[in-house]
């Protein structure tokens, strides 16, 4: 089946300094990706829409200036957490569509970003 | 306003028993239901899905209920096991290429 990678699965960092996390469809090219929240024992929130060559798609709330999204190649979104506060400690989690098959949505196994 | 209501929030099943979660929506454009399980520290993963031309669709021990005219489905899973302790989570799906909106999850308890 579909995988997708992600990477950290765990990162802390200081406050005020920036964190990538990478989502890689090992297996499919992903035109779509998904970039998701989930803070502790809660659902999973969606953040933005990841469009492979043009600008990421974002939720009401969320800031876009904040959470960079890049969505360079058909197998690899990338989310940049940029000066990071304590506030933005939680659970990230990707996920995209296999183009084939019956519109599974695979997900990442998640980054926990703590910053301290 | 919450697209997909699921309940409920937690649950508690005898080793062997059969688990019930329900899930409604509003929104008639959606045309696909998963649901996925989630264990702490994990990415979901898909466990069923159906679509809303058929009532109800079985996999294993895990069965989806469509009812499509009370815009509900729900997550049978029989013979629960203590390995099923998870949170589960259902959610929905309009157009197509759009992200899935997820339900706020029930914490599946199986006690052994």
């Known amino acids: 089946g579909a995988v997708v990678s992600q990477h950290p699965s765990r990162v802390i960092c200081k406050s005020g300094t920036s964190v990538k996390i990478e989502c890689r469809s090992l297996?499919?090219?992903?035109?779509?990706m998904f970039w998701y929240r989930q803070f502790p024992k809660q659902s999973l929130m969606l953040m933005a829409t990841?469009?492979?060559?043009?600008?990421?798609?974002?939720e009401q709330g969320v800031e876009k200036d904040k959470f960079l999204i890049n969505h360079a190649s058909l197998t690899l979104s990338t989310l940049t957490v940029t000066s990071a506060h304590p506030e933005d400690s939680s659970f990230y989690i990707c996920?995209?569509?296999?183009?084939?098959?019956?519109?599974?949505?695979?997900f990442g196994s998640g980054t926990r970003l703590t910053v301290v | 306003q919450q697209q997909v209501k699921q309940s409920p929030q937690s649950l508690i099943v005898q080793k062997g028993g059969i688990s019930i979660i329900n899930c409604a929506y509003e929104?008639?454009?959606?045309?696909?239901f998963p649901w996925y399980q989630q264990f702490p520290g994990k990415g979901p993963a898909l466990l069923i899905a159906?679509?809303?031309?058929?009532s109800e669709k079985k996999e294993g021990r895990f069965t989806i209920s469509f009812n499509k005219s009370a815009k509900q489905f729900s997550l049978h899973i029989m013979d629960s096991q203590p390995g099923d302790s998870a949170t589960y989570f259902c959610?929905?799906?309009?157009?197509?290429?759009?992200?899935?909106?997820f339900g706020k999850g029930t914490t599946l308890s199986v006690s052994s």
């Open positions: 996920s995209a569509r296999e183009p084939l098959g019956e519109e599974g949505y695979t």
């Open positions: 297996d499919f090219q992903a035109t779509t």
């Open positions: 990841s469009n492979e060559g043009s600008k990421a798609t974002y």
């Open positions: 929104n008639t454009a959606f045309d696909y």
């Open positions: 159906i679509r809303p031309d058929v």
């Open positions: 959610a929905a799906k309009g157009q197509a290429g759009t992200a899935l909106i």
